[in-house]
C-alpha cells in the first residue's frame, strides 16, 4: 500500500544489534537453530562480541536463552526471528536510549537512531495507567529520611522469588541497618504474607518501608534515595541512570543480563550481586555490597556524570533531541 514502517525499540540497543546478527551466528556455530535441537539453543557456550567496541556478551545469557523451559525458549526464538524480518522493512528504527548510553552500538549500526531516555517525568499530560495503585504516601515516608540514606529496592512486574531467596533478601536488608524503601508486590513469592523472616517486620519498624507499588520516577529523584537494588529491566535502568543513583543488580531473565554488563562492565556506576554454591545469593552478600556501593565514592561520582551526559543529550542540540526532531520533520515531509 505504499505505507512507510517505523520500528520502535523499547529495550537496550545492544539486544536489537543481537537479534540482528542472529543469521550470522548462525553462521558462525554459536547458534543452532536445526529442527532436532532446541531452535536458538547456544551449542557452545562463550563471550559473543559483535564488534570490537561493542558490549561483550554471555551466550548463555541471550535474551531468549534464559525465559522459561526449552519449549518456550524456541518459541521466542521463532518470534524473534519474524521480527528481525520485519524490522528490516523499517525506514527508521528509534530507540530508547542515548548515543552517550551505547555509543559502539549506534556507530556500528547507523539504521538505529536514539531518542531517549523517554521518561514518564517529562510527559505534557498526566500520567494514567499503573501496574497496580501507587503507594504515594512512601513519597512522606522518603521526606523524613535523611539525605542519600534510602536503599530503594524493586523488582519489576515479572521477577519471582521462592522463600528461601525471598528470606535472604528480607535479612541482607536488615542487616545493613540503613533505612530501605522495598517494593513488594502480592506475587513476589509464592507467600508474600507468610515468607517474611520470623519478627522482621516488627524489626525494622520505622526504618523499613515495605510497599505494594511506588511511583518509581519520584522515588528515583527523591534526594534521600541512595542506591536502587533491582532486576535491571531497562526501563528502570534508564530511569535510574537519568536521576544519577547507582544499581546493585539483581537480573532475573531476557535483556537484564545485558543491561547489568552495561551498569557494571561498561558505565561502571553498580555492582552485580553473585550465588553461592546452592545458587542463592545470600544476606551476606547484600549487606557487603550495598555498604560497599554506598561507601565507594566513584559509584555516585559516575552516576551523576553519566546522568548529566545522558540527560543533555535530550536538549534541542543534544544528540537525542536532534535525533527526535528530524524523526517528526521526515514524517511531515514524508
Known sequence: MGVRAVAFWPAAAAVSALELNIPKLIHDGIIDSSANFVAGSVLKNQMVQLSPTILAMDSAHFVWACIGDPTTQG?????????????????????????ELETSVFNSYPEMLPIGPLLSSNRLGK?????????????????KQPVQSVIYVAFGSITVFDQTQFQELALGLERTNMPFLWVVRRNLTAETDNAYPKGFKERIQGRGRLSSWAP?????????????LGHCGWNSTVEGVSNGVPFLCWPYFADQFTNRSYIC???????????????????????NKIEQLVTVKGYKERALDLKAKVMNSLRED???????????????DD
Open 75 to 99: 518459541i521466542i526464538f521463532y518470534v524473534i526471528l519474524k521480527n528481525i524480518r520485519t524490522l528490516k522493512l523499517a525506514d527508521w528504527i528509534i530507540c530508547n536510549s542515548s548515543n
Open 127 to 143: 500520567l494514567v495507567g499503573s501496574y497496580g495503585p501507587k503507594d504515594l504516601d512512601c513519597l512522606v515516608w522518603l521526606d
Open 216 to 228: 518509581q520516577q519520584p522515588v528515583l529523584s527523591h534526594p534521600s534515595v541512595a542506591c536502587f
Open 265 to 287: 562492565d561498561d558505565w561502571k556506576v553498580g555492582l552485580g550481586l553473585e550465588k553461592d554454591g546452592n545458587g542463592i545469593i545470600a544476606q551476606g552478600e547484600v549487606k
Open 318 to 332: 543534544g544528540c537525542s533531541g536532534k535525533n527526535f526532531n528530524n524523526f517528526v520533520k521526515w514524517i511531515k
